[in-house]
C-alpha cells in the first residue's frame, strides 16, 4: 500500500525536476550574494541583459520572471534607487517607460559572470555530455511550454 496520497509515479518527474530547480536556484542566489546584489534583483538584470536593446517594460518583466506587476514595480524602484537600472521613455508609447541596464548594473553582471559560469560549469556543463545538454534543453523548453499552455488555459 502506498504510503501517501499521491501517488510515486506521478511525483517523480515533477519531484526531480522541482528539487534540481530549488537547488541550482540556491546556487545562484549564493552566487548573487557573493556581489552584494539580491537574488531577484539580479534575475531582473540578466533579463535586461538579455533583452533586445538591454531595455523592457516592467510588464514584460513581471511576466517573465513570473511577478505582479506591482511586486516588479517595487523591485524595479528599488534596483533604480541603487543605480542598477534607469527608466527610459519608451519610443512606442509615450505613456509607458522601458527599463535598461546602468554602467553600474553592467558592472554588476560582469562581477557576477565568474559566479555564474561556475555554476552552470559545476552543475550542469560538466556533468551532461553535449549531447544530453541539448535533449535537456529541448525537453526543459517542451515542459515550459506545455506549463504555459496550462497556465493560460487557468486564466480563462
Not at 511525483?11 to 537574488?39: K, N, Q, T
Not at 531577484?40 to 533583452?51: C, K, N, S
Not at 560582469?110 to 550542469?124: E, G, L, M, Q
Amino acid at each position: 500500500m502506498p504510503n501517501g496520497v499521491l501517488p510515486v509515479d506521478l511525483l517523480r518527474p515533477s519531484g526531480a525536476l522541482l528539487a534540481a530547480d530549488a537547488v541550482l536556484g540556491r546556487c545562484f542566489d549564493v552566487a548573487s550574494e557573493e556581489v552584494g546584489v539580491d537574488p531577484t534583483t539580479m534575475d531582473l538584470l540578466v533579463r535586461l541583459d538579455q533583452a533586445d536593446g538591454q531595455r523592457l517594460r516592467v510588464v514584460d518583466l513581471s511576466r517573465q520572471l513570473f511577478l505582479s506587476p506591482s511586486h516588479m514595480s517595487r523591485r524595479v524602484e528599488r534596483a533604480v534607487g541603487d543605480g542598477l537600472v534607469e527608466r527610459l521613455a519608451d519610443p512606442d508609447d509615450r505613456r509607458a517607460s522601458l527599463i535598461g541596464l546602468t554602467d553600474h548594473g553592467r558592472a554588476q553582471l560582469r562581477s557576477f559572470a565568474p559566479y555564474a559560469r561556475r555554476v552552470v560549469d559545476a552543475a550542469i556543463t560538466t556533468p551532461l555530455a553535449a549531447d544530453e545538454l541539448d535533449t535537456l534543453i529541448d525537453l526543459l523548453g517542451r515542459i515550459e511550454a506545455a506549463a504555459t499552455h496550462l497556465l493560460a488555459d487557468s486564466d480563462h
